[in-house]
């Protein structure tokens, strides 16, 4: 489900240890050639933090030319229906399009809805429990035909073929058919293939959603890629993420997964049918790499235009462009929370009281280092809801004064909440992490050592990181490993509390495998104020009740923060018009990059 949006996985053989001291090296790494800072530079670049919620050099852009991608990680799937990898669904704009979608604007801007396929956002009727659209004239597929409401539907039940088609967001499927009567469009005994009934095409410019119950993102979870339109005649099932039939500007002209993708224009796209899409480069390529040192360095000699992948330059390629490209980085927040959770099942945390004594007694300051420091790793995190999610507070809410009082740790207090916990001389636990994520090492082994001083003695088990889902996933393994702390992160699939916390906290979203809610969080409570919130429709309210959502799970301690991550992210010197946008977790927006020559 959703923790594959974390983009990219890095395979560095790379020691924790080694790790640690690059960023440390590249924490104080504050400056660099002076001729590189906001003004721009020689080589053409724009700046420091240029494209940082804002646009860069868009008066420079200019048609044609080849856009290069390079990256370390291949999508998790190119079908819309199947993809959950962040940076993936920002590149199916080039050749999917949806009923709606985020502006093509910087920063907050972003993720505002705007009509894509359709004349205007939904005529939303029957107290927030139907959503009518109509569809944009001119719209059509790679081959001229027109896209049509059937189209549309055919491409969202798509999401109820998990046996075929598993990997993607279920959000629709649990919204339209709670109950799971419908059995997607491969077992549909109906003639068309659309038998689902909560949407109705009543014409092939008409599509209608009737929900059983109001859910106030619902429009928001339409502008996903997965809710774009695919064609039944196209439809090859599994394989259909290797030659996705084009509704957008760009068209598959190849595809080797794991080494390379091409794009080129689809000459059937009308720019008058298009308000969002300015479709500027003639062709469009990615090219992946095995190790992604090789890859930064490729990126600083101008060899390719950006990381499409989006996590930010490994420790090695962001020392050297900070010290020598500083022009050509953006520091952008991420929109990911980076952090540490205990399982309920795996005693003592069971108590919150000894969920709160790893609190106090984390150096926080140590963990941001291990991260990355300030800059690469980003501020440290005080409570569980990213910046670009509403309701966010940022560093103003800090319930346990991780930024200011107890930021290098608090033994008194930690040694009060284990008496509180009936373990005055500390217990012994293990931390879960990712073998290929190194740096989610090196902040183990802080927390490690912070850990100690207060009686708590960690031992770290290093999991393989492709197995997740099984390893982390599954509450039973987690108890039957003593999994007490985990470290993980996550950023929202849509900026909305429900998009970013839901399947982290309800109670509702506890699995027995592809689990998310690794602290097992059942609170009615919480429970109740997401029942409140899905059904809320005044925006103000909706504000409020994520600010909630997000103290009550505070105060139960079932979170250690690390970081409101940040990343450092390279932009080539040939791009113009970039920006970050808060639609994908402060992500460059790919879909109007283009080239200055």
Known sequence: MITQRTTGRRKQAVAAAAVVAALLSTAACGGGDDKNEGGGSKNGAAGFDAANNKAAQASLAKKGGTLKFAGVQDADSWDTTRGYYGFAWNFMRYYSRTLVTGNAEPGA?????TPDLATSTAKVTDDG?????????????????PITSQDIKYGIERQWAQDVLSGGPVYLKDILDPKGEYKGPYKDKSKDKLGLKAIETPDAKTIIFKLPQANSDFEDILALASSAP???????????GLKPFSSGPYKFESYTPNKSLVLVRNTEWKASSDPIRKAYPDKITLNLFTNANDMDQRLINGDYDLDINQTGMSPQGRTTALKKHKANLDNPVSGYVRYAVFPQSVKPFDNEHCRKAVIYGADHESLQTARGGPVAGGDIGTNMLPPSVPGAEGQKYDPYESATTNKNGNVAKAKEELKACGKPNGFKTTIAVRNNKPVEVATAESLQASLKKVGITVDIDQYDGAQTSGIIGSPANVKKKGYGIIIMGWGPDFPTVQGFGLPLWSGKYILESGNN????????????????????????????????INHKVMEGGYYLPFVFEKFVNWRGSNLANVYTTDNYSGQYDFVNLALKK
């Open 129 to 145: 429990k139907t959503y009518t659209y109509t569809l944009r004239d001119g719209v059509t597929w790679e081959d001229g035909k």
């Open 517 to 548: 809610n690794f602290a097992l969080i059942d609170d009615k409570t919480i429970d109740g104020l997401f029942d409140s919130y899905v059904k809320e429709l005044d925006e103000a309210k909706k504000v409020e009740l994520s600010t909630e």
């Open 109 to 113: 801007a972003g993720a505002k809805l």
């Open 230 to 240: 695919v064609r039944q005649d196209k439809d090859t099932k599994s394989k259909y």
